[in-house]
């Protein structure tokens, strides 16, 4: 998580708390360690965000400190809260937590009427969720996505062939039955997708391929209608 990004979440963790936060309870939520958060903290103190306590005892936000709002009809969000029950059923563990983070800071923010309704739990996303296997945590492919980042990766095909390869991640769909990571893959020199089911170890290797995602994209997009055309056409 960049810097910018957790020091948002520390204020946000500390708006929606009601006793004080210590920063062993900050850290492992934002996955740093507290040395850092201890850090954060001081930061946002210099930029005079009113956080109070200390090391032993806890942070709270002094009342009356709030960011700028967001504001929302009751059915945008409604609308928000839908899409975030449905999170669920991507097969996601790091976006399931975003997602209730998420959902906490709306009931934080909101007027206590729409509060009150939100809380009525009358939303809900049914449905299983989507497969992802044991093998890469789609938290470490979508940081790859962002950060333009190699994946080294063992991938066992629907005829039980395994290979290892490296591969450049641009995007993820998630279909119910699977997850897909869309990638150029170096063995094949090719754009692939790879069920995250099926891929048995992946971790990020030093390797980067900087500036070259948005034309990736492009040609992947592009491919689409060439992909419709064959299905119109019954080409084999």
């Not at 090719?190 to 948005?214: Q, T």
Request: charged residues 25%; glycine residues 6%; contains cysteine.
């Amino acid at each position: 998580m960049r810097k910018a990004s957790r020091l948002f979440e520390i204020i946000q963790i500390l708006r929606i708390a009601d006793e004080p936060v210590t920063a062993a309870r900050i850290a492992r939520t934002l996955g740093v360690t507290a040395r850092s958060i201890y850090r954060d903290i001081g930061a946002l103190q210099a930029m005079n965000v009113p956080i109070q306590g200390g090391r032993g005892i806890g942070y709270m936000l002094r009342a009356g400190f709030d960011l700028p709002p967001l504001m929302f009809s009751i059915e945008e969000t409604e609308a928000i809260v839908l899409a975030l029950a449905l999170l669920e059923r991507t097969g996601d563990a790091a976006l399931e937590q975003s997602a209730k983070r998420i959902s906490q800071k709306i009931a934080a923010a909101v007027p206590p009427p729409l509060r009150q309704a939100l809380a009525a739990d009358t939303l809900h996303a049914w449905g299983a969720a989507a497969r992802t296997g044991s093998g890469i945590d789609l938290a470490v492919v979508r940081a790859a996505i962002r950060d333009e980042r190699k994946l080294a990766i063992a991938y066992r095909d629907e005829q039980g062939r395994r290979t290892e390869r490296t591969i450049r991640p641009i995007a993820l769909i998630y279909y119910p039955e699977a997850a897909n990571i869309v990638a150029w893959c170096e063995l094949r020199e090719d754009l692939r997708h790879f069920r995250a089911d099926r891929v048995e170890s992946g971790a990020p290797v030093e390797v980067f391929f900087k500036g070259e995602g948005d034309a990736l994209r492009r040609r992947w997009v592009s491919s689409w209608a060439v992909d419709r055309s064959v299905a119109e056409t019954g080409a084999a």
